[in-house]
């Protein structure tokens, strides 16, 4: 795919680089339908998701000079936040592995994927409202969810910034790693999940993002994976001696 990102398909995981290092990878309107078609893609055919940043910085947040010629009715659309939910709601887990600034926009990217790993120069942020807008793609909310609303509010009213270690301490970040080994490390991760059920991991996903209690979901999704063959044979190899 040509444009603002780099797409590498493999078997069981896309790997999707924003590639807009000039702008800091700024989302622009490009990027969104772009993203989207990543999207659709990973819909039609469930695929784990590595998404990361070019040259340094994840994403410096949403465009800027569009964002500045946007009204009412382009907020309505909800441009950015209904592609972070979509992002959420894909199949398989997603891992962003951020290097450098995930501000704005770029932390509520990194907010709605499953999991997130870092560099030591990783800084989450939400400076929204020194332009004179709020967060308003799943960061007061979903941050809220992740670190709790102490340091959520500090980060979107306070404008205070976590770097890679508050945020690994907060559980925001999964770990901290050297910038050369950050893409190996989310492999190592993604290579984790892709040693379990792919069903299994898919409803988990979904279970786990309900809101609520939901033991009645819960039920229908273990009874769904109980007729599955991959079950049965998953269970045998563990009796047999296997362990993956
Ligand atoms: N939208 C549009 N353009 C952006 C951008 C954004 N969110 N973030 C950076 N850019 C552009 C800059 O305007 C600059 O363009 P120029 O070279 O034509 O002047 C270029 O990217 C490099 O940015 P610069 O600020 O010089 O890089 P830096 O390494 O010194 O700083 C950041 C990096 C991320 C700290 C800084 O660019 C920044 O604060 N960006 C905005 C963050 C923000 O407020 N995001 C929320 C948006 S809602």
Request: net charge neutral; aromatic share 4%.
């Amino acid at each position: 795919m040509a444009g603002t990102l780099h797409v590498e398909e493999l078997d069981d995981r896309v790997v999707v680089t924003l590639r807009r290092p000039e702008f800091r990878n700024a989302i622009n309107a490009p990027m969104v339908r772009e993203l989207h078609e990543v999207c659709g893609m990973l819909e039609a055919q469930p695929r784990l998701l590595l998404l990361t940043g070019d040259g340094g910085t994840f994403a410096a947040g949403a465009d800027i000079a569009e964002l500045r010629e946007r009204g009412r009715d382009q907020a309505l659309q909800g441009i950015n936040s209904r592609l972070f939910d979509r992002i959420a709601r894909l199949p398989l887990p997603t891992v962003a592995a951020v290097d450098g600034y995930a501000l704005g926009g770029g932390a509520e990217l990194a907010y709605a994927c499953d999991l997130r790993i870092a560099s030591p120069t990783a800084v989450f942020g939400n400076p929204e409202p020194g332009l004179g807008i709020l967060a308003a793609a799943g960061a007061c909310w979903r941050l809220r969810d992740l670190v709790g609303a102490s340091v959520a509010k500090q980060v979107l009213l306070a404008g205070r910034r976590l770097g890679a270690d508050d945020a690994c301490r907060l559980g925001l970040v999964a770990e901290v790693v050297p910038a050369g080994e950050l893409l190996k490390r989310a492999h190592a991760l993604l290579d984790r999940m892709a040693r379990s059920g792919a069903l299994a991991l898919r409803l988990t996903k979904l279970v786990a993002d309900a809101p609520g209690g939901h033991p009645v979901t819960d039920d229908l999704a273990q009874a769904i994976l109980f007729e599955a063959d991959d079950k049965r044979s998953r269970m045998d190899a563990f009796l047999a001696g296997e362990r993956r």
